[in-house]
T-cell receptor, first 112, second 117 residues
Framework: QQQVKQSPQSLIVQKGGIPIINCAYE??????FPWYQQFPGKGPALLIA?????SEKKEGRFTISFNKSAKQFSLHIMDSQPGDSATYFC???????????FGSGTKLNVKP | DSGVTQTPKHLITATGQRVTLRCSPR?????VYWYQQSLDQGLQFLIQ???????AKGNILERFSAQQFPDLHSELNLSSLELGDSALYFC????????????????FGSGTQLSVL
């Protein structure tokens, strides 16, 4: 059973575009929702994270939108650059229950 | 550089064999997490240790085991290897046990690519 469903699997945008990656979760016990960025040959690195008590969080060009009632959250990358080309993973974490689940990943390609 | 060190970077072995993957967490981090990344399964959480004790268990097979030593480095042992065990194995570390009252950040190593032939 997939606890976190991520879409799309891959995404191609032009430089300056706004790619959007979506995730949906099942368990309402999750209380921390990070996004990780992974470049080829490297481990995932924390990009931005949100808690369910806020609906939006911005850090630079990256924004998380969170819809608690729909159990969905998404990553938006403003003014995307070729250097943003990477695989992005969402995650849902419940520290109280020691549960850590990652989405299946989205491979983003930003064309110059 | 995340500060998490994993060795070896690559490992090629045969079915039925046993291997050990090693992880050194960031200085000061007490938690170590192991993840398996395969093409069709994404990142799968295997197990977490905090200060030498097992804290959380995910989708870890009985053929797999892990431990965290007094110096906080961790080893993941994979035995009776099967073709399907071929994957990238990541170790991550964090400062604390992952309590919900803190903003725990996971720092990942570069992974060990295991190929079972």
């Amino acid at each position: 059973q997939q606890q976190v469903k991520q879409s799309p699997q891959s995404l191609i945008v032009q430089k300056g575009g706004i790619p959007i990656i979506n995730c949906a979760y099942e368990n309402t016990a999750f209380d921390y929702f990070p996004w990780y960025q992974q470049f080829p040959g490297k481990g995932p690195a924390l990009l931005i994270a949100i808690r369910p008590d806020v609906s939006e969080k911005k850090e630079g060009r990256f924004t998380i939108s969170f819809n608690k009632s729909a159990k969905q959250f998404s990553l938006h990358i403003m003014d995307s650059q070729p250097g943003d080309s990477a695989t992005y993973f969402c995650a849902s974490i419940s520290y109280n229950f020691n549960k850590f689940y990652f989405g299946s990943g989205t491979k983003l390609n930003v064309k110059p | 550089d995340s500060g998490v060190t994993q060795t070896p970077k690559h490992l090629i072995t045969a079915t039925g064999q046993r291997v050990t993957l090693r992880c050194s967490p960031r200085s000061g981090d007490l938690s170590v997490y192991w993840y398996q990344q395969s093409l069709d399964q994404g990142l799968q959480f295997l197990i977490q240790y905090y200060n030498g004790e097992e804290r959380a268990k995910g989708n870890i097979l009985e053929r797999f085991s892990a431990q965290q030593f007094p110096d906080l480095h961790s080893e993941l042992n994979l035995s009776s290897l099967e073709l399907g065990d071929s994957a990238l194995y990541f170790c991550a570390s964090s400062v604390g046990p992952g309590a919900s009252s803190t903003n725990e950040k996971l720092f990942f190593g570069s992974g060990t690519q295991l190929s079972v032939l």
